[in-house]
């Protein structure tokens, strides 16, 4: 039963990914403001040396935003791999480089083609790979914070019928990962903009039609709730 509730959560993910691609976008542009080049290839190797996980998500990460991407050697030790945009172009060495795309094509979530080239290849996502990346960025999926909160409480109020128990306990078990209040078992509140996480969340688990989202600044959070949120 749980494998079949996976299923409807991997393909609610999937036919609602537009949402997380942008995020991955969003996130992978934050590295790339860094001013200075230097700053970046450091950045990029400093990622290359960490486990071939972390390593083999970044990759999956650049083909989601980037689509097909082309690998060439640029000095002894490291690779660029780039797309069709500069602003995807990332900087790795070799030796966990090679290892973490040999795992990634060994579980089917990349394909590789070699170039003439030496050193030089082109790799692709596969449909098992864009799963994968897209599920690991719905999983850590977190809410931006302003620096400066506008007072408004963002409270969403659901009423998920038990034919649909399983979305209704993933949906709440999800708001609890991201960080929001449960003022009761139905009642989640958050201090800042939250709507497009909450329609994604809806879409993902179709529930549309069940929950409710308001915004005001008629709440009196208890001292709890301030700390639990740092507004104190």
């Keep these: 039963m749980k494998r079949k509730y996976e299923k409807k959560l991997i393909s609610g993910i999937d036919k609602n990914n537009e949402f997380l ?13 860094i001013d200075k080049r230097q700053q970046r290839l450091e950045k990029f190797i400093a990622m290359s040396k960490k486990s071939g996980i972390i390593l083999g998500k ?3 990460t650049l083909l989601a935003v980037g689509g097909a991407l082309t690998i060439a050697a640029v000095a ?26 040999k795992y990634l094509k060994s579980q089917k979530y990349i394909k590789i083609i070699e170039k003439n080239k030496k050193d030089e290849y082109k790799i692709y996502l596969e449909k098992k790979g864009d799963k ?10 977190k809410i931006s914070q302003p620096i400066k909160w506008d007072d408004y409480w963002r409270i969403i109020i659901f009423d998920i019928p038990d034919e649909h128990k399983w979305a209704r306990e993933r949906f709440r078990e999800k708001l609890k990962t991201m960080g929001f209040y449960p003022l009761q078992e139905s009642v989640f509140i958050y201090p800042y903009n939250c709507r497009g996480e909450v329609e994604f969340l809806c879409k993902v688990f179709d529930i549309r039609d069940f929950v409710r989202f308001m915004e005001s600044r008629n709440l009196t959070p208890s001292d709890d ?8």
């Design 76 to 101: 002894p030790n490291i690779f660029a791999v780039f797309g069709k945009s500069s602003k995807h172009r990332g900087y790795f060495e070799k030796d966990n480089f090679k290892s973490s795309l």
């Design 132 to 141: 994968r990346i897209l599920k690991e960025t719905f999983n850590d999926l």
């Design 21 to 33: 691609i942008k995020r991955l976008q969003n996130d992978w542009e934050k590295i790339q403001k």
């Design 58 to 60: 970044v990759i999956l």
């Design 225 to 232: 709730i301030k700390s639990y949120f740092s507004l104190n």
